[in-house]
């Protein structure tokens, strides 16, 4: 009968409430840009497999690169707190803050595929900015631009959200400079002709619009979710 190989059990080094610092050379797993070396915090959680949950001290928060925090808030991560391995920590004996400042920002390309990224282009933002919020400012910009590549008329679907849907037919955006077709609480209005007349309908009600549904469903993503 063979002997049962033992596997050596990982013994932690550190402990809950020690405060570390982060040694220099230390990089983000996910953002290979941003440097770690200097962070500042305390163990809050030791795990099995020797990694540590570190929470950053305030100190640390106030002192990282601001492209830190945008991509937290674009990404939903959590800023507050990091897991790092034994190796990567050193234990914190006081004195001021030496945090490595990245000196390169990679930019991640615009891509097409992704609903978010189609808006910044629509904007000229790159993949680290926030989507701009539905005012009066942003809203002639995708006016523009949905003027310039919807293709018209098209066929759509109005009212399924009052229940009751119909067919319509949309034949413009129209003219900015005669009539105001921005509405303060509605967004962008279009004009459609039903059942022979033609009136005003918001955008963001459209559904189904064939052969724009792409077009008309990022902006209204963009409405409902930045207005």
């Known amino acids: 009968m063979s002997k049962q190989k033992r596997v050596p059990l990982v013994v932690a080094k550190l402990k809950v409430g020690d405060k570390v610092r982060v040694k220099h050379g230390i990089r983000d797993a996910d953002y290979p840009d941003i440097p770690l070396g200097g962070w500042a915090g305390t163990i809050s959680n030791v795990h099995k497999d020797g990694m540590y949950t570190i929470r950053w001290s305030r100190e640390t928060l106030a002192s990282i690169h601001p492209i830190v925090r945008t991509r937290s808030e674009r990404d939903g ?12 920590l050193e234990p914190d004996s006081g004195g001021p803050l030496n945090i490595e400042q990245p000196t ?7 891509s097409p595929k992704d609903q978010d990224d189609r808006i910044r282009m629509i904007f000229s933002l790159t993949s680290e900015d926030p989507l701009p919020e539905v005012g009066n400012e942003t809203l002639p910009t995708y006016r523009d631009y949905l003027a310039k590549n919807l293709t018209f008329p098209f066929q759509a679907e109005h009212g399924a959200e009052y229940g009751h849907p119909e067919r319509v037919k949309v034949i413009g955006l129209g003219d900015p400079d005669e009539e105001p077709m921005i509405d303060e609480t509605y967004g962008l209005l279009c004009e459609a002709r ?15 619009a064939k052969p724009n549904r792409r ?13």
């Not at 991560?77 to 990567?88: K, M, N, Q």
């Not at 039903?194 to 189904?208: A, F, H, R, Y």
């Open 104 to 110: 390169e920002i990679t930019v991640k390309p615009l």
């Open 194 to 208: 039903i059942e022979g007349q033609v009136v005003m309908l918001p955008l963001g009600e459209l559904e189904d």
């Open 215 to 227: 077009l008309i469903d990022d902006y209204c993503y963009w409405l409902h979710h930045w207005g």
């Open 77 to 88: 991560t959590v800023l507050g707190e990091y897991w790092l391995s034994y190796g990567d």
